[in-house]
T-cell receptor
Framework: EDQVTQSPEALRLQEGESSSLNCSYT??????LFWYRQDPGKGPEFLFT???AGEEKEKERLKATLTKKESFLHITAPKPEDSATYLC?????????????FGTGTQLKVEL | GAVVSQHPSWVICKSGTSVKIECRSL??????MFWYRQFPKQSLMLMAT?????????EQGVEKDKFLINHASLTLSTLTVTSAHPEDSSFYIC????????????FGPGTRLLVL
């Protein structure tokens, strides 16, 4: 069974204080790993897709990396508007038809 | 690009009534649409997968007679919660993708359902 574990559950940062969020996964063949941002009361907003170990993607203050067992979402010099829940999801070969398994998310709070 | 809308965003209904939620892909053709349910402070749980023109595939434990899904066109899927009860109160989110494996799912804004 595909599983995703995200840590920490919650993270409080000062503005400008860089940090990383972790997503550990187990899957019988990874098709893709996805990062989403979710604001309260809204649907997830797509950030990145990673397909193979060693791959990295960047967007503004965010950078996602992937190994064979985990992914990191690095946040550089965060701002208060980066406050949100960050979700990690995987698609495995077993599921078929791009079914995603989600982690429970990391709730990030960036303070002035 | 890749915008998905949902309607309504909020719905309150009486126990025993049925509620229909619409999910539309606004700027792309979605061969596959997904319906999720999210309880407070929990992650998204997949309810069902639907492909245009065919019957939906439901996840284990999801009652197909209670949660009716129709994917009549490449831009529209509907979820009908039949004979809703208070335990059906939740946040329902749809997503859409342009093709099958490894394709990014784009999510709608969600529909909050409250059954009294």
């Amino acid at each position: 069974e595909d599983q995703v574990t995200q840590s920490p559950e919650a993270l409080r940062l000062q503005e400008g204080e860089s940090s990383s969020l972790n997503c550990s996964y187990t899957v019988s063949g990874l098709r893709g790993l996805f990062w989403y941002r979710q604001d309260p009361g809204k649907g997830p907003e797509f950030l990145f897709t990673l397909y193979s170990a060693g791959e990295e993607k960047e967007k503004e203050r965010l950078k996602a990396t992937l190994t064979k067992k985990e992914s990191f979402l690095h946040i550089t010099a965060p701002k208060p508007e980066d406050s949100a829940t960050y979700l990690c999801a995987i698609e495995g070969w077993r599921g078929g038809g791009n079914k995603l398994t989600f982690g429970t998310g990391t709730q990030l709070k960036v303070e002035l | 690009g890749a915008v998905v809308s949902q309607h309504p965003s909020w719905v309150i209904c009486k126990s025993g009534t049925s509620v229909k939620i619409e999910c539309r892909s606004l700027d792309f053709q979605a061969t596959t649409m997904f319906w999720y349910r999210q309880f407070p402070k929990q992650s998204l749980m997949l309810m069902a997968t639907s492909n245009e023109g065919s019957k939906a595939t439901y996840e284990q434990g999801v009652e197909k007679d209670k949660f009716l899904i129709n994917h009549a066109s490449l831009t529209l899927s509907t979820l009908t919660v039949t004979s809703a009860h208070p335990e059906d109160s939740s946040f329902y989110i749809c997503s859409a993708s342009q093709r099958a494996a490894q394709e990014t799912q784009y999510f709608g804004p969600g529909t909050r359902l409250l059954v009294l």
